[in-house]
């Protein structure tokens, strides 16, 4: 490893990037000098009234009312109210073009290579977004109502949700991979009005029947008052609601029932592995304005890009992509396995719809990398300046596979943040140098540290990641909730005032991020903390190893560290793969993170957004009880890891 960064942006480049000309405004603004991103964060924290107006504005956020002010009870957190008099329709933002722009481009995966998309223009977007809330304001649907999508990443799900918030009513979904117990955990705590649900899906070149699962859930919920079924396998219930008949009439006119800046806008779930999962409140405003930042500051998003991010629309990323219709770009939805029929499909895609900014998991990319895929000598990739990475940490072994098996001339962007606050704490900064293995920034006006177990920032040392001021797209709360006492338990107790997040981080000599996995799986043998990603970074290089899973196993008055191992097809569980193991952890890590168990399992129990289950496995190796084995993808998996011999000496 070289102390030389990976990727420098090209100086024409940074001239034309909107951050620039963010930073610009704020020195009029502000009557400062920026020397560089640093300075302006900082002013972006300690000035946040001045910078998240100037953010408004940059932004060109559409509203009945403007803000004269920007934020009430700064000094309260959680307890500040972001501008409190301001009027607004989330969906009015998102729909402000009405033209022949590509809106959505919507590929699947059993045409991803060759097959035409199925392209909607900004236009035809509101032409049926309006025959959706017709629909919806005729069956009662009013402001602060559920209205719930068990759906793929298609353009119905975009549309339904529009329809919704534009009606001021509330947003909430999962994807059709969830089974009956996992929707009914999720929507039956939030009793919607409406439901819309799909006939059944495709992935991996199977197509997936749920019409059965919908029909026993929507039995349950005493709320529902109906279900449009979306229809794509031919297996829709005789005499439903079909959503193609709905949208197939003339424009209905389109209104935006405006709404307050904090009012609810979405409700997302947590994992729901400890037991059901918690139901979060997200606002109007925070949500748009943070995603408004992160696109057109963080990610230089413009009309003139087609964004694509693989996910599905249980994972808070679906909610941060179609907010890329508020910059008019044009955004790409995929339904499918991203490696079906071949691993580097979605390379194919790139190069066809000519996508410039390429969305996916970390584990996506360690996977083609161990599979031999080299996107840079196999396809043209022209078209594509940004490569954005989440889901789990990525590794400085995916920095480095990225830019050299991809493409060399591309801002690689890992980003953190989560469902709590649909957005990110940390991510990319297209301006500056990106450095192996590290998250390049805090998000402007995101007050973020890492602090020890007394609470005190550290730099170049192991700590917590908190946030220690007010930022709009804080969680208004959990539902059914009251008290707030859910909420102050889940990021506020351990250091009032402050959020802590539960990811356990470091900040770099070079001012970035290093992400070491969650807090409640940190390994702590010896009284020593160890992230989990410490370990996978070296697990992961070795190549007859598919992927692994780590965790702590109480013994003997101590913890030790345990590995499981799923391995490449053909590739053989030996002595000689546990003494690699071993070596490259030692040499690469340090002694202490060197499991004292080693073994192999078929697969790894993972949540359905597709990240791996270490507290579920911590608990299966102890014979304790998994509480909610509804909300994983894969339960039957947890298994592999009962009753194991290898563990009881």
Not at 1 to 18: K, N
Not at 125 to 138: C, D, E, G, M, T
Not at 232 to 238: F, K, V
Not at 329 to 348: I, K, N, W
């Amino acid at each position: 490893m070289t102390d030389q960064p990976l990727w420098h942006p090209a100086p024409a480049d940074i001239d034309r990037s909107q951050l620039v000309a963010f930073t610009t405004l704020a020195e009029r603004r502000s009557g400062q000098k920026f020397q560089n991103y640093q300075q302006l964060h900082r002013w972006s924290v300690s000035d946040a009234d001045t910078f998240w107006q100037l953010v408004w504005e940059f932004t060109g956020i559409t509203a009945s009312r403007s803000a004269s002010r920007t934020v009430d009870n700064y000094e309260l957190f959680p307890g500040a109210s972001w501008f409190p008099d301001a009027r607004l329709n989330f969906a009015e933002n998102l729909l402000r073009y009405d033209d022949d722009h590509p809106a959505l481009i919507c590929v699947t995966e059993t045409d991803s290579s060759d097959g035409e998309p199925r392209t909607l223009s900004y236009s035809e977007l509101q032409r049926q977004v309006a025959s959706i809330v017709h629909y919806l304001r005729n069956r009662g649907v009013e402001p602060g109502d559920r209205v719930a999508g068990w759906l793929p990443n298609i353009p119905e799900t975009v549309i339904a949700m529009l329809a919704t918030t534009s009606l001021g009513a509330i947003w909430s979904s999962c994807s059709p991979d969830f089974g009956a117990q996992g929707a009914l955990d999720r929507f039956g705590q939030i009793t919607p009005k409406v439901l819309f649900a799909v006939d059944g899906y495709s992935y991996n070149g199977r197509t997936l029947p749920i019409a059965d699962k919908v029909l026993e859930v929507a039995a349950q919920l005493e709320s529902m008052e109906s279900v449009v079924w979306v229809e794509r396998i031919g297996a829709c219930p005789s005499g439903a609601t079909r959503f193609e008949h709905l949208t197939a009439n003339d424009r209905q006119s389109l209104t935006f029932v405006q709404r307050a800046f904090n009012d609810p806008l979405y409700i997302l779930y947590s994992s729901g592995t400890t037991g059901r999962p918690k139901c979060i409140i997200h606002g109007i405003g925070g949500t748009l304005l943070q995603h408004l930042k992160e696109h057109q500051l963080h990610v230089n998003l413009t009309r003139q890009d087609k964004l694509f991010f693989f996910t599905t629309c249980g994972w808070m990323m679906w909610n941060w992509l179609v907010s890329g219709l508020a910059t008019g770009a044009s955004l790409v939805l995929y339904e499918g396995s991203p490696a079906y029929p071949a691993p580097d499909t979605l390379f194919d895609m790139v190069d066809r719809l000519g996508i410039t900014l390429f969305g996916t998991s970390a584990r996506f990319l360690s996977t083609i990398e161990k599979a031999g895929i080299k996107p840079r000598k196999t396809h043209d990739l022209s078209s594509l300046r940004g490569v954005l990475s989440t889901g789990s940490v990525l590794t400085r072994d995916g920095f480095n596979y990225v830019y050299r098996d991809i493409k060399p001339e591309v801002h690689l962007a890992s980003i953190s943040g989560g469902t709590d606050i649909v957005s990110c704490f940390v991510l990319g900064n297209p301006d500056e140098p990106v450095w192996e293995g590290e998250i390049q920034v805090a998000g402007l006006g995101m007050a973020v540290d890492v602090v020890n177990e007394l609470g005190e920032p550290v730099r170049e040392e192991k700590g917590e990641l908190v946030c220690t001021r007010p930022f709009p797209s804080c969680p208004i709360g959990f539902w059914n909730d009251s008290s707030g006492e859910k909420f102050l338990d889940a990021y506020f107790r351990r250091f009032p005032g402050i959020w802590t997040h539960g990811d356990f981080a470091e900040i770099t000599r070079h001012g970035g991020f290093i992400i070491h996995g969650r807090s409640d799986t940190v390994l702590n043998p010896g009284g020593v903390r160890i992230g989990t990603a410490e370990i996978y970074s070296q697990v992961e290089q070795i190549e007859a190893i598919q992927e692994s899973i780590c965790v702590g196993q109480d013994w003997d008055g101590d913890v030790r560290i345990v590995l499981f191992v799923v391995m490449q097809p053909g590739c053989e569980f030996t002595e000689e793969v546990q003494a690699t193991i071993r070596q490259n952890i030692r040499a690469h890590a340090s002694p202490r993170h060197v499991p004292q168990k080693i073994l192999e399992v078929a697969d790894i129990p993972r949540t359905m957004s597709g990240k791996i289950v270490e507290l579920a496995v911590r608990e299966v190796i102890h014979g304790r009880e998994v509480q909610n084995t509804a909300a994983l993808l894969n339960p039957e998996t947890l298994d592999y890891f009962k009753d194991r011999e290898e563990l009881k000496d």
